[in-house]
Each structure stands twice: as structure tokens, then as C-alpha cells.
């Protein structure tokens, strides 16, 4: 096993001995439901392939799934019930404690744990190179980690659902390893992060906040820079548009086009519901732009946005401009062609976890511009923003909350002196990118970049690790 | 003014460059309650002197009070009444946002901002040299700060009183300067915490959770490792003890003694009570040892513990070993000879702020051992403890949260490659030094400690710097 005190440059050392940087699989989803409504952005796609169906990885992935009870509210002393916490543990080639076995954790994000645990390959193919035990804790609120006994009620109202934040879930990681740590009398083995997209935010900022309860974090695809006014607000849309633009133009300008074409629908009962349908497949098939098959989001061929456009340049000269685009869909939505119909919206109250803490705390600006959007012309309000989210859910955002209790303003200056072991990893092809760490801030707050990179899976890397 | 990119480095050198180390004059006060009830240890005296005494000190520091409306709970989303919290803010010198002009930041106690403001010497002194602004924020639930309109609204019970903790008033202090500076465009002026004691505790921990709002921090006489198992139990009582042995150590063989008295005493009503007034002035003492008369916790001559020890020891032979305790206490309670009669207890509710901190989260387990402390024999027992919280409060403690949370175990392997700008001073004759970082933890997370040193006023410190 490795010199425990190198474990993390070993890590960092193994990520850029690859040629393609490891970004585990990326959540980053669109926020596009407040282009053409003001409902509160998501995060984590509603159409989300069914993990159901994703079997073959469970088998390959073996883990016990045990429940830890937690604080309802970490940070006050209101008489609140626990709530039984899920984790997922694999100890099958930990080095144990005397051996000071590293522990590598993966930090839950917004959804079910079992899905991020099946399609993050990356940190169960090294473990055994580190002697590493294997932890996935849930996220609060997700998967069967739900307060007040049953998602119903948890989801119930403003009040219940008021515990579903960032720091609650970051203390749950730190009082669920601490104990764990303890019972294990492995106190002494290091802990080292993991975790992309809002998974990669929280695993930067846990390392950031808890630096006596992990030694350091690879935070793949982290948009932490996404709040406020750090970066600019057009960020996100101009880079999904650019990778559609750089598969062919013309695809491009279909698309773009189909504003113009939406006007003209005036049947459609939910033209809304259409618009959101379709600008998130292109939000997300740009986070998954990889150059193999995949299936994490939905089954997907290689090259995704290469197939959509070739589907939409291909049809024959006069298609209408729907027809195109619903040729093109399909291979987000159905590519598998089982589908007989769509279903546009599958959670019509609109009540799920992203929702909420995007209309909190995880308030991210998002306007598309007029020149280098193929989206329709949006300018992120807050005003009507903040309306929606009283409308939705009885609650006033906290804009700039993000920024003051984890810093991202002027980054740089802050962390250059303080803190150490944080990976931020990103592909510029992922429209996440744009609002992440791109460069490197100290010595040992590094960011790994592929220019032409989407978010890369697990599979690839290992290959290039077994190569070298 | 000088270069702020080297503004921290020249605070150490100011005061590493003076003889007697700075210490803003502590609040530290004791935990024994505990030794003969089982109520919650206080961190506060409630015997301290009344700051309306002290017109003549706020007339030297002149200071704006202003109020900022906060959130009651920043760490979830329910619907409560915000809160005015005081701060006091003086720009006088203040070099302005165009010169990057710091921030001196006191991070307010256990009590009344102002009487921490008035007793807090070199933070007004110092200012001048650097343009600085100082900025006292008061923490919540203490002085003028409390949430649901009132003080007794605030400590009604256990729901009302369930947002006092120390991770909400760092958010409290992090908003605050955040909005501060924005209003003020002097978001590039450096911030740098103060704090002594409990106050001293949250500086060194905003630094480390907030590195992005401060740059760095003087957190002095803070026991951040009186927690948990990280310190021995006895340390605190024995540093006491020593204090007393060694001004004589026939004073320190009568008030051990005491406890053999105490024994006999079966008709005084309230034995518990007379035993805790007696123990804090002892323990106070200790904190306020200082070479020069001081009117912190009470008006007190010079090497206050000396004179105290002299009266114990100056009783003709024959005299009552009550009679020598109480000719040595009222040293404490009435050197000026102005009271007529003591009031044991003040606050018979026993419901202050520091009690209910202390059975919340500031869970401190303290002992005294029966060679070296001459207070009486006593074990911590959790069990008993979290008793005494539930009877008074309806609050089980939390002992494990503050290590969770802010860390403080194996605190070097922790913080030698993270985080910077931190300086612990203290004195070793303070018996809070114990559970202090007393040892350099990196080439910017120093200790400066003096051996012989009590916390040292600010004026001495002031003194010696003039004269180098």
C-alpha cells in the first residue's frame, strides 16, 4: 500500500498521468425551466434514465447499503426527529486501520446514491490500488435518505422541506464518517473526497469547511463559480450552443430557429412544457457529449450531438423545421426507439429536491444571449425569480448565501494562501465548465482542463491508467 | 499605510516585536458548576462588574451602534422573524475603500458587545497605524442582540433559545461584513479577527471556515481544545490550583482544606451555591492575574492572586480556615469595600446564554484531581451532565459536534498543510493556556506564549510597542 502521506499527490499523480482527464459522470443539468416559465431551475434531469435498468453495473459494483440516524438540523437545538441517512459501504479491499487504509467517499448528490454509485466507475476501479475503502453516503432528501418518515412528508411544505441545504448535507458527511471513523477505531485513516457536478461542489467545499475530516477532494465538473455575478450569466447556454455549432452550423441554426417556429404554436396546450422538454435534451446532451456509447442520463450513441445533427442536416430539403427537430430529439429521448410516446412533464407539482435548493440557496443567473445562443433570448430576473419561488414554494431565495458561506468571489485571492488538495477537473466541452475552477490557484488547488473534453467516463481513464 | 498584501505578516510582527505578548483580557471564566451540581458550567462570570462603572473607557473609544437585520437561522429555510443584531463601528481612521483600508473585526462574546469593546485596548489602538475601520458585531442572543423582540421572549424555553450557537454567529459576522462591504464598495479591504476567549475561539475558527470573508486572525487565550478527550480533564483546575501554589503554598493547603470544612457546613441552606461563588472567584482570579490593577471582571489590585493569598496567610494563628477563605475572597468580590452584603446568585434561572451553550454544544468535560487541585475531588460524568441539561434546558448536549465541526483533534496533522494567518496567543499562568494551541501548527498558524504571563492588557502590549 501506498505512503499514507502521499496518498493524495498519488491520486492527483494518477489523474494527469492519463491523457483524458477523469470527470466522473456529470449530474449538471439544465437551468432552463425559467427561459420560458418561472418555475425555479433544475439541476438533475426529470427524464432521467430509469436506474432500473442499470442492473448489470449493480452486479459489478458490490456494496451494503446501511442507514446512519442524523441531526434533522445540525446547526440548531430545535427537538427535531433523525432521520435515518443511507450509505453505501464496500470494505472488501480496505488495508483496515492499522494499515491506516484510506477511505475514499463520494459525496452524494441530488438524487438516488445507488445511481451515482453505478456510474462512478473511477473511485471503485482505484480503491483496491489503495487498499481504499468505499463509501457513498445519500444526500438528505434523495433516494430512501428522507426526514419525517416518508418522501411525502418531507416534501410536504416549505417547513419540512427548510433542512434540504448544502451545509446540513456537508455535516451529515462529517458526523456520519467521524462515527464511523470511531466505531471502526480507524480514526487515523485518511478520508479523501470524490464527486462531480453539485457532487464535485460539495466534495470542494467539505474539503474546504472539514479539512481535519478529509485530507483532500477531486471535485469533477463543480460549478462553483456559478453564482452571483462571478462569471457571466450567458456562460452556460453560449457553451451547450457552441458544442452543437461545432458539430454543424446548420444544425445550429435549425435550432435557433425554432423560436420563431414556437410563436407559430399557438395550439399546443403546453408550449411551455415542450420548450423545457426540449432545451433541456440539449443542455444535457452537451454534459454528455462523450465519444462512446453511454447510458447515464439516457442510452446514448457515441457522439451524441454529431447523431442529432446529422439527423436534423439529413432530412430532405423542405421538412418543416418540428419535424427536424423531433428527428433530432429522438435520439436523446429515444434512441433505443421503444418509446411510443413522451411524457413531457413527470413530476407535475414541480416538488423535487432541485427545485427547492435552487430556489434557496442554489441560486445560479442563467440568461441566454442574443448572438451566440441558439436558445430563445432570455435575461435572467430575479426579481421574477424570487416571485416564482414564493408562488412554488412559500420562500424567499438567498442569492448571495453561496458566496458568503463557501467564498467564489475573487477565488484566487482567497485561496492562494489557505487550503490545499483540491482537484477541480472539468472538460470545456461540458457547459458546466464555464462556471468552474479553470485554473490553477496554489501549489495544491489545482484545476485539470481538457480543451476538447466533455465530461469523460470512469472507463476511459482506467484504460489509459492500465496502458501506461 | 502599509502594503495590505503584507498587512497580516505585520500584526505578527507587531506583536511577536513586543516583550509581553498580547492578550485581549479574557472572559474565560470557569466550568464549575459542575463540581458540586449538575448544572451546565458557565464560560462568563455572572458576578462580572458592571460595565456602567466603566464611562470613562467608552468615553476613550468612541464608536457608532448600528443594527443589521439577520437571519435567525442561516442554515435552513424556515419561515422566522429576522433579528437586529448591534455592532459598533468606528471609521475614524479608516483609510477608505479606495486605499484598501482593513477591517478590524472583534468577534463579539458571551455578553454585552460594549463591555468587550471598552476592555479591548489594542484593537483601538492599533487601528490608527493600519487606516483601519474597527467593527464590533455583538453575538446573538447576548446584549442588545436578541431574536423574538426581547430577552425573555428569546429565553423562553428550549425552542426559542435553539439558534444560539457558535455556527450561526459566524454566519451572523459573515453577512454582516459581507453586506457591510458591499454597501461600503470596500469589498477589497482586507478583514482581520480579533477575539479573546470564547471570542478568540470564533476568530480562529472564522479564519478557517470563512477564509474568503477574513484574512487573518488573533485568536487569543481560545481554548479550542478544551473538547472532547483532547486535553486531560484535570487541566483546567490544575492550572488554577498552580496559580495559587505558587504564590504560597500554605494558601493553596487552606483553601484545599475548604473542602474538609465544607463538609461540616450541613446547615448552610445553600452549600452548592456558597461552594460555586467561592470556586468562580478562584477560577477568575486565575484569568485576571495580572501585575497592575484591573477592573475587567471586578476592580482588583495588582497580582491579584498574591494579595488574595496574603490574606489567607496573614490571619493571626488560630483563626477559622472560613474566616481565612472569606478574608481572601472578598479580595475578589469587594476590594473597593463598597458592598455590604454578597449576593450568592443573580441569576437563580440559571438560564444565561453561556449555560445553554454549554449544555448544547460547548460540552468542555473538566475534572479536578485530588493531588494537584485544591479544589474538591470531582470525575466529569457525561451521563450527569446531560442530566443537569435536560432538567434545566429540555436539551440533550451534543459533545462530539464541535470537533466535528471545527476540528481539534490531532489539530497539527490537520492544519500543517491548510489554511494560514492564524495567531494563538497566551499567557501559561491563564488556566485556559490548557486546552490553547500552544505550539506552531505551521509557519502561519503560530502560537506565541509566554511563561510567565497572565492575559496581559492591551495597554502594556501598547506600551512596549511604543517604546521599541
Redesign the interface.
Known sequence: MADLSLLFPIIILIITSTTIIFTPPTLASQQLDHLSSNRAPRFLSKHSYSIKTQQEEQQRYKYESKYFYQ?L???????LPKFPQRYLINTEHWAGPERRGPIFLYCGNEGDIEWFAVNTGFVWEIAPLFGAMVLFPEHRYYGESVPFGSREEAYKN??T???L?A??AL?DF??LI?DLKRNLSA?ACPVVLFGGSYGGMLAAWMR??????AIGALASSAPILQFEDIVPPETFYNLVSNDFKRESTSCFNTIKGLTKTFHLCRELKSTEDLADWLDSAYSYLAMVDYPYPSAFMMPLPGYPIREVCKRIDGCPNGTAILERIFEGISVYYNYTGELHCFELDDDPHGLDGWNWQAC?EMVMPMSSSHDQSMYPIYDFNYSSFQEGCWEEF??IP?P??I?????????KT??E?????IIFSNGLLDPWSGGSVLQNISE?IVALVTEEGSPVNPKVIFRCYNNL
Do not use: C
Not at 458568503?404 to 477565488?411: K, L, P, S, V
Not at 494562501?417 to 488538495?421: A, K, R
Open positions: 441531526q438540523d445540525h446547526f440548531s437545538f430545535l427537538n416549505a417547513s422541506l427548510s433542512y441545504t451545509e446540513q455535516a462529517a458526523v467521524t480514526q474546504l469547511k472539514y479539512p481535519h475530516v434557496t412559500g420562500v438567498r448571495r448565501w458566496t458568503t458561506e463557501f467564498g467564489g468571489q475573487d477565488i482567497a485561496l494562501t489557505f487550503g490545499s488538495n495544491t
